[in-house]
């Protein structure tokens, strides 16, 4: 299981060495020793802070993904936390100059936002690839009454699940290739880890489980299913996407996660036979984990009701329409608009309060993410929206030769916010633009 922090404590980035393949270890960036970071619990309603104190020898910023957070304290990608001094390190010293820290920071998080399952990461400018690569993503959950009164599977039986992938040198050491060939495209591993953990197996009881996914890898895509299928198919149920829950659950044979993606599903082990090892396994059936069905047939007090929310209702008429194009440059560079990303440069100035709609188009593949609101997906290809893009969502699976129209409202916030590709290398290699709510 991994750790729990609340809101309020402090966390400290530095390296460790984790034993994630057998008989060796790899020296890895963690939030308090551990990847995934720990798992940070908030209440909707209750603000809250995190401070964060950096023990790494380079610079690292914080982003609270899904997050509904006030520009100080979004994760700018040059709003740097800098390194403490070795000599240092022992003492409190956190100093504030401009808008740059030394040693730690303190996060401030309204939380002015429903349940949902958010992660946090680094987000450092041309860094961001291989410092999540290197351990720095951890997740965030907000809980709240609507939610709470829901009989969903809870306790034992409700899993986040961070799924990865990694590349290794034979001494265990992760392998990114900056750089290189391999790394303008977004960097893939050959080993796909869930919570740290190659391949792992979890024995689960013949009742329904709340698997929280999350596709926190640098580049690779997942189509995730279930190997064997239960009888009737619609393995995953789905019941929420990456800002909370769904008006209704859905059905899925199949569940397909772009970086940065999140679905929330109940899958009820109680459909297979008991005994049965069931692996979850990518497009091309590669592993991802296996849950094995133990023990007798138990109580099971939870249930997915047929109306989860009614926080879904459509967002009125836009007062403006933009259009954004994600492509690359002849230089190789990954561009919106055609701009490579400049710290200042707002490609878009929405007014608070207003309803817009954003229009993504490209040649290529790319996970669109927005900061500050969720949003709903309005349309695909001129088309009826997708199998998953339903619900609010702050990531945006946009593949080649697509059209992708999205609805948001810009809420609470003024200020400067992020939008760009989460294909991390992408992002690093300046698909990413400022935009200022006004
Ligand atoms: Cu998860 Cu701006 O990123
Ligand atoms: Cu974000
Ligand atoms: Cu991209």
């Known amino acids: 299981a991994i750790p729990a922090v609340l809101a309020g404590e402090e966390i400290v980035q530095r390296e460790a060495d984790l034993a994630i393949l057998p008989g060796l270890t ?59 001094p070795p000599a240092a390190v022992h003492h409190d010293m956190a100093t504030m100059a401009g808008d740059t820290t030394v040693g730690a920071r303190t996060y401030r998080y309204p939380m002015q936002q429903r349940a949902a399952t958010l992660w946090y990461h680094d987000h450092r400018m041309g860094f961001t690839g291989p410092a999540v690569y290197r351990g720095l993503a951890g997740f965030h959950l907000v809980r709240d009454d609507e939610e709470d009164a829901l009989p969903l599977p809870r306790g034992e039986r409700e899993l986040p699940l961070m799924i990865t992938d990694r590349a290794f040198e034979e001494d265990g050491s992760f392998r990114y290739p900056l750089g290189d060939a391999d790394y303008m495209n977004g960097v893939l591993g050959d080993v796909i ?33 279930f190997d064997p299928q239960p009888p009737g198919g619609d393995a995953f149920v789905q019941i929420g996407s990456d800002g909370g829950l769904l008006t209704r659950p859905m059905g899925h044979d199949t569940l397909e996660l772009a970086p940065a993606e999140r679905f929330d599903v109940v899958v009820d082990f109680a459909r297979w036979k008991p005994g049965t090892k069931i692996r979850l396994i990518d497009r091309d059936g590669g ?130 916010f992020m939008l760009h590709c989460h294909n991390l290398e992408h992002e690093d290699m300046a698909m990413m633009a400022d935009f200022v709510v006004e």
């Not at 308090?32 to 401070?51: C, L």
């Not at 919570?195 to 995730?224: F, I, K, M, T």
């Not at 967002?315 to 710290?343: A, E």
């Open 26 to 84: 790899t020296r890895a960036w963690t939030y308090n020793g551990s990847f995934p970071g720990p798992t940070v619990v908030t209440r909707s309603g209750r603000a809250a802070t995190v401070m964060h104190r950096n023990q790494l020898p380079e610079p690292v910023v914080v982003h609270l993904h899904g997050g509904h957070t006030p520009a100080g304290s979004d994760g700018y990608p040059i709003d740097q936390i800098m390194p403490l």
């Open 193 to 225: 880890l869930v919570n740290g953990r190659p391949w792992p197996v979890h024995e689960v009881d013949p009742a329904r489980y709340r698997l929280r996914l999350l596709n926190a890898s640098n580049a690779r895509r997942y189509r995730l299913q």
């Open 287 to 416: 592993d991802v984990m296996r849950f094995d069905v133990t023990g007798p047939k138990t109580d099971d007090p939870s249930r997915v009701p047929p109306v989860l929310s009614t926080s879904a209702e459509p967002l009125p008429p836009p007062k403006r329409s933009r259009t954004f194009r994600f492509g690359q440059g002849r230089d190789g560079t990954w561009r919106i608009n055609d701009l490579t990303y400049q710290p200042g440069r707002a490609l878009a100035r929405p007014r608070l309060g207003e309803v817009e709609h954003w229009r993504f188009v490209t040649d290529f593949h790319h996970p669109i993410h927005l900061h500050l609101n969720h949003f709903q997906v309005v349309s695909r290809n001129a088309n009826e929206i997708g199998e998953y893009d339903r619900g609010w969502k702050d990531t945006v699976d946009l593949r080649a030769s697509e059209a992708v129209e999205i609805a948001v409202r810009f809420t609470d916030y003024t200020g400067t």
